[in-house]
C-alpha cells in the first residue's frame, strides 16, 4: 500500500491522505472497463444521451459539493469553481446531445455493382490521465465526448486533486451503470501503469515531457495529446484602451495554470514603453489571495521561482500579496511582469505555468509575428488590434491551435480546442472530439450474384 499526503495549497498544510493504485487495483478497474463496454456500446444513441444527461444533473445538484472539493485540491476563489463545475456540467449535455447527432456516415455506391457504409465504432476502455490545473473540468473533456461515443472510460487525476473525480465516479455508477466511468486515485507510477495497461487508447492532458512519455509506454495504441502552451500575444499599436486589464484578468485566472493562458505579449517598437507600463499597472492590480488562487504545489512553486529568478529580465513588475488569516504559508506568487529581456529567456522559452506575462518588442507587425511562432508549442495565442481586418489576417497565421481577437481564453463546447508542434495532437470540445474516441469501419457488400451462383 502507497500513501500519498494532500496538501491544502492555500496553508501549505496537510488535509489528508490518499491510498495510491497500483498493479492490482489498475488491472481490475481496467477489467471492469472491459466487462461495461459491450453493454454501454449497445446502448442506443437515446439511451447514451439520456444517462449523460442525467450525470450533468447530479453535477447540478451538488454543484456546491464539488466547487468544494475543487477548492480543497486546487485552492481556487469560489467565483473560480464555481464557473468551471457549471461549465463540466454543460459539457455532459452538450455530448449528450452530440451522441445523438453525429454526421451521417458515408454511404453510397463507390464502387460498380456494391454498396458501402462508413460506421463510426467506438474504439473501447480509454484511459484518461488529467493534471491538477483544472481537475474537473479537464477530465469531463475527456470523459465526455468518449462517453458519447460509446466507449468506457477509467480515468486517473493528478495525485494532488483526487476530490472532485471521486464524487463524479459515484455519480456516474448512478447515472451511466457500474463501471462505466472508474476513477483511479494515485501518482505518477499509477498513470504509467495504467497507460501500459489493457486499455485501447489514451487520452493524456499535461506536460511534454510526460506526453512523450506516455507516447513510448502507448506504442501502437492511439493517443490523444494535450501538452501545454506558452502563448503568445500580439498587441499592434490601436489595441482597444481595456487590453491591458483583459490581458492581467486573463494572465491570472487559476493563477496562470492554464495551459491556454496568455503569456509573451508581443508589441511593436514604438509601442513598448507604454505597454510595459499599462500592463505592469493593470497586473499589479491583482491581488493573490483575493482575485485569484495559489500555485498547486511545492514542486509547481519552486519551478516557478527557478524560471523568475533565472530570467535576465531588467524590468520586473510585481502585483500584491493578500492570502488570508492562517493562509499566509501557502504556494502564493504575486502577479508578475518581466520586461527588457532577451528573446530566448528562459522566461520567454519555457511554459512558466503561473501569474506571469513577459513583454518583447518586434520593429514590425512581421517581425512580431516571427516572435509568436518563434516557440515550439503552438496551443493557443491572441492579437488585440482596433483594426479587425488586421486582426483576423495574423490570427489566422499564428501557429496555434487556437486563436482570439481583442480577447483571450474565451471557449465554449461547440469550438474545437487542440495544439500543433510541442502542444501535442487531437481534439478537445466541439463534435469533432467524438471522432478522437471512434474509429471507421467500411462495409461493402456486392449487390448481385452471377448466375451460376444462384
Known sequence: MHTLALTDPRTGRVRGDLTAAREEQVALAVAEGRRAFD??????????????ERLAALIEEHAEEYGALERAGTGKPASETAGEVEQAADLFRFYAWAARTQSAPAAGSFVAGHESWVRWEPIG???????????????????????AAGNTVVAKPAETTPDSLTLLAEHAREALGESVLEVLAGDRETGRLLVASGVDMVAFTGSALAGADVAARAGTRRVSLELGGNSPVVVLPDAPADTWTELAAAATYNAGQSCAVPARVITLTENYESAVALLGDAMRERRAGQD????????????????VGASAAKTRTTGQLAPGDGEEGGYWRPACVLADLPDDDPAVAEEVFGPLLTVQSADTVEDALALANGVPQALAASVWTRDLAAGLDLAGRLNAGEAWVNCHLVQTAELPHGGRGSSGHGTDLSTLALHEYQRPKTITARLKFSPSGD
Open 292 to 307: 485569484f488562487g495559489p500555485l498547486n504545489n511545492a514542486d509547481q512553486a519552486a519551478r516557478y521561482d527557478r524560471i
Open 39 to 52: 453493454g454501454w456500446r449497445a446502448l442506443t444513441p437515446r439511451e447514451r444521451s439520456r444517462r449523460l
Open 125 to 147: 476502455v480509454v484511459g484518461v490521465v488529467v493534471p491538477w490545473n483544472y481537475p474537473l473540468m479537464m477530465a469531463t473533456w475527456r470523459c465526455a465526448p468518449a462517453l
